[in-house]
């Protein structure tokens, strides 16, 4: 019931919060695929930076246990350059359309619906390649820290350095 | 309907995202969970074949590992809905609309044409999550934030997809 109730209130704050800076539009994805609107970016650093700290922080006083996903860098890479495909025609992203529905966008539904025959589709194929044909390059639920043998602070510090840069460059450039 | 013009100024994206790193991580200290959002598409498409065809549906290993369960991140997604709904309707920005501006700048009005290519792009993003392991919010924020390579890797695709394919639609500008 709990867990229920979070699940309910974080994605009304996260919908709240995407909303009013207008990262659900379909303008500011494609600016941002256009490389001429960034504001997508700066919220996706700033969140990426702010909770690194926080969870990383919480890692070490015991609080939180991680939830690394398993590298495979075929599909990895396959089927992100696949979904980024559909990004640009699409115009949102899973949560992003969820949120555009919301304030009213019929296109961001009619993605939706895109999205469950995608999965759908995704099944069919399954069971006869089990992606076998791009399933190279597993490395498993490994970290960047944990990969490369060092400490966690060092990734997060050259992280907020990166994103920082980035950031300086967008707003010089008025992007 | 169109009220754009009353809508207030946007809040700024760098404290929008801020706040959202410190969203995740209560989340994650309250009830242990990441954000992502491109599962429930699967156990939506696993509920859609079960209502069609519960044999095929079985037979799919796919569906079978990821079934329909009403879980936490739906019940996100159903907030989000709530939170974005709320929140256009109290700032005035709530209208509906069927093509974006961007879109009719460079396509024209026609409902069908853009709810084609939504339609195309929704099955590509779906596709191509389900194939990565997840979504910009999967792998973009949960997973950079966490370190993983999955995340560091699939985000960049994600964007070299992306770039790549508004070139083609949009042409250079």
Same mark, same amino acid.
């Given at each position: 019931?709990?867990? +229920?109730?979070?699940?309910? $209130?974080?994605?009304?704050?996260?919908?709240?919060?995407?909303?009013?800076?207008? $990262?659900?539009?379909?303008?500011?994805?494609?600016?941002?695929?256009?490389? &001429?609107?960034?504001?997508?970016?700066?919220?996706?650093?700033?969140?990426?930076?702010?909770? +690194? $700290?926080?969870?990383?922080?919480?890692?070490?006083?015991?609080?939180?246990?991680?939830? $690394?996903?398993?590298?495979?860098?075929?599909?990895?890479?396959?089927?992100?350059?696949?979904?980024?495909?559909?990004?640009?025609?699409?115009?949102?992203?899973?949560?992003?359309?969820?949120?555009?529905?919301? &304030?009213?966008?019929?296109?961001?539904?009619?993605?939706?619906?895109?999205?469950?025959?995608?999965?759908?589709?995704?099944? &069919?194929?399954?069971?006869?390649?089990?992606? +076998?044909?791009?399933?190279?390059?597993?490395?498993?639920?490994?970290?960047?820290?944990?990969?490369?043998?060092?400490?966690?602070?060092?990734?997060?510090?050259?992280?907020?350095?990166?994103?920082?840069?980035?950031?300086?460059?967008?707003?010089?450039?008025?992007? | 309907?169109?009220?754009?013009?009353?809508?207030?100024?946007?809040?700024?994206? =760098?404290?929008?995202?801020?706040?959202?790193?410190?969203? /995740?991580?209560?989340?994650?200290?309250?009830?242990?969970?990441?954000?992502?959002?491109?599962?429930?598409?699967?156990?939506?498409?696993?509920?859609?074949?079960?209502?069609?065809?519960?044999?095929?549906?079985?037979?799919?290993?796919?569906?079978?590992? =990821?079934? !329909?369960?009403?879980?936490?991140?739906?019940? !996100?997604? /159903?907030?989000?809905? /709530?939170?974005?709904?709320?929140?256009?309707?109290?700032?005035?920005?709530?209208?509906?609309?069927?093509?974006?501006?961007?879109?009719?700048?460079?396509?024209?009005?026609?409902?069908?044409?853009?709810? !084609?290519?939504?339609?195309?792009?929704?099955?590509?993003?779906?596709?191509?999550?389900?194939?990565?392991?997840?979504?910009?919010?999967?792998?973009?924020?949960?997973? /950079?934030?966490?370190?993983?390579?999955?995340?560091?890797?699939?985000?960049?695709? !994600?964007?070299?997809?992306?770039?790549?394919?508004?070139?083609?639609? =949009?042409?250079?500008?």
């Amino acid at each position: 019931m709990f867990v +229920s109730i979070m699940a309910l $209130v974080t994605g009304a704050v996260f919908g709240v919060l995407m909303q009013r800076s207008e $990262v659900l539009r379909y303008d500011r994805q494609l600016g941002a695929l256009l490389l &001429e609107d960034m504001t997508i970016v700066k919220f996706m650093l700033s969140a990426i930076v702010v909770g +690194s $700290v926080c969870i990383y922080a919480l890692l070490g006083m015991g609080l939180v246990s991680l939830s $690394v996903k398993s590298t495979v860098l075929g599909t990895n890479l396959v089927g992100g350059v696949v979904f980024g495909i559909g990004w640009a025609l699409l115009g949102y992203c899973p949560g992003t359309a969820v949120g555009a529905l919301g &304030e009213g966008r019929v296109d961001a539904l009619v993605g939706m619906i895109g999205m469950v025959f995608g999965a759908v589709l995704f099944a &069919e194929l399954y069971p006869f390649t089990k992606l +076998s044909l791009f399933s190279w390059g597993n490395i498993g639920k490994v970290t960047m820290p944990g990969f490369t043998g060092t400490g966690p602070w060092i990734w997060i510090v050259g992280l907020a350095v990166v994103a920082a840069g980035l950031c300086f460059l967008f707003e010089r450039n008025d992007l | 309907m169109y009220s754009f013009e009353k809508g207030q100024r946007p809040l700024n994206p =760098y404290l929008a995202g801020a706040i959202t790193g410190g969203l /995740v991580a209560l989340s994650v200290v309250a009830t242990g969970k990441f954000f992502g959002a491109s599962t429930t598409f699967a156990r939506a498409g696993a509920a859609l074949v079960n209502m069609i065809s519960p044999e095929h549906g079985a037979s799919l290993d796919y569906f079978v590992r =990821y079934p !329909f369960a009403v879980d936490w991140q739906l019940l !996100f997604l /159903v907030g989000i809905f /709530v939170g974005s709904l709320l929140s256009s309707t109290v700032n005035g920005t709530f209208f509906i609309d069927v093509v974006p501006e961007l879109w009719r700048e460079r396509f024209g009005a026609r409902t069908w044409l853009r709810l !084609f290519t939504a339609f195309l792009g929704g099955v590509l993003v779906a596709f191509g999550a389900r194939m990565a392991g997840g979504c910009p919010s999967g792998h973009g924020l949960s997973g /950079v934030m966490q370190l993983s390579m999955s995340g560091f890797v699939s985000l960049a695709a !994600f964007f070299v997809g992306g770039v790549a394919m508004a070139r083609i639609i =949009y042409g250079r500008s």
